[in-house]
Nanobody, 122 residues
Framework: QVRLAESGGRLVQAGASLRLSCAASGRTFSTYDMGWFRQAPGKERDIVGTISRLGGTTYYPDSLKGRFTISRNNTKNTLYLQMNRLKPEDTAVYYC???????????????WGRGTQVTVSS
């Protein structure tokens, strides 16, 4: 099973950019589709986006398109989340997950990291 560790979360001001990383160890990183999720206080965990095993296909919910970008470097076993023009409502714990994408683009996570806190002040 793959082990995941997020990093890069911190306090930033609205409008700033931030890049999160997710380092993978254990089983071969490139055999997993990957996803980013976030959970704000008192809310459910929501999907931020997904990326296929070789990075050729990405998905974002409409609300995040154009601001957030997921990428991966399989030689470094690392997943990234670039977040631009951050808003206070982006404040949440951000989690990376390893799993699989089906033909409809639905992501099933099988391993989770512990999360990294992102706080956006107004």
């Amino acid at each position: 099973q793959v082990r995941l560790a997020e990093s890069g979360g911190r306090l930033v001001q609205a409008g700033a950019s931030l890049r999160l990383s997710c380092a993978a160890s254990g089983r071969t990183f490139s055999t997993y589709d990957m996803g980013w999720f976030r959970q704000a206080p008192g809310k459910e965990r929501d999907i931020v986006g997904t990326i296929s095993r070789l990075g050729g296909t990405t998905y974002y919910p409409d609300s995040l398109k154009g601001r957030f970008t997921i990428s991966r470097n399989n030689t470094k076993n690392t997943l990234y989340l670039q977040m631009n023009r951050l808003k206070p409502e982006d404040t949440a714990v951000y989690y990376c997950a390893a799993g699989s994408l089906n033909l409809r683009g639905e992501f099933t996570p099988t391993s989770w990291g512990r999360g990294t806190q992102v706080t956006v002040s107004s």
